[in-house]
């Protein structure tokens, strides 16, 4: 079974700093998806970048990036410029890819979560 | 985007009554959903999987007749809390997708209290 480990439940910035989020993860797959997951104080799950496993390029998105390495297994997340609406709980999840059979479920499977604080 | 919407936001009911959860994709045909359950400060544990015509697929240690899961339509998956009791008081998630993506779209949320 895949594992997805947050090691950082904790973590706070400063307004318009850098802050990185860590992640990895373990599997037997080739072909798979990570995601970052936001989700604010309402509790909506807000999907932040994805990376699917067989592009080498790390995804970009605005102020959002990730180093993803998949030789260690690690798909850590940065945020430039922080602002205060990144104040959240963020989560790294793993995605089964669909098997050759055709019937997909598409699980995902969560990191703990990490708590990140962008004060003033 | 695609939306997913759940009702109601916020329930409250008695113990040992039952509660349903509505999860609807209101833009696209969701051919699989999934419901989460997630208590505070912690991450979102699959409690199933469903695809739509058939027989929800249960994660070990979720009680399927406690936790009874309907998918009978495109658009439509239910969640019933049956014979609800204090610890089952969380926060529930449901997520979409349809068969062209892989990506899940979450619903806002609903929040059971049992008292």
């Known amino acids: 079974a895949q594992t997805v480990t947050q090691s950082q439940p904790e973590m706070s910035v400063q307004e318009a700093e850098t802050v990185t989020l860590s992640c990895t993860y373990d599997?037997?797959?080739?072909?798979?998806?990570l995601f970052w997951y936001k989700q604010p104080p309402s509790r909506q799950m807000i999907l932040v970048i994805r990376?699917?496993?067989?592009?080498?390029q790390n995804a970009t998105e605005n102020r959002f990036s990730v180093n993803f390495q998949k030789a260690a297994k690690s798909f850590s997340l940065k945020i430039s410029d922080s602002q205060l609406g990144d104040t959240a709980m963020y989560f790294c999840a793993f995605m089964n890819p669909i098997n050759a059979g055709g019937t997909s479920y598409g699980k995902l499977t969560f990191g703990q979560g990490t708590i990140l604080t962008v004060h003033p | 985007g695609a939306v997913v919407s759940q009702h109601p936001s916020w329930v409250i009911c008695k113990s040992g009554t039952s509660v349903k959860i509505e999860c609807r994709s209101l833009d696209f045909q969701a051919t699989t959903m999934f419901w989460y359950r997630q208590f505070p400060k912690q991450s979102l544990m699959l409690m199933a999987t469903?695809?739509?015509?058939?027989?929800?697929?249960?994660e070990q240690g979720v009680e399927k007749d406690k936790f009874l899961i309907n998918h009978a339509s495109l658009t439509l998956s239910t969640l019933t809390v049956t014979s609800a009791h204090p610890e089952d008081s969380s926060f529930y998630i449901c997520s979409a997708r349809d068969w062209t993506d892989y990506e899940q779209y979450f619903g806002p949320g609903t929040r059971l209290t049992v008292t």
């Open positions: 469903s695809n739509e015509g058939s027989k929800a697929t249960y």
């Open positions: 990376q699917e496993a067989y592009k080498q």
């Open positions: 599997t037997s797959e080739n072909n798979y998806y």
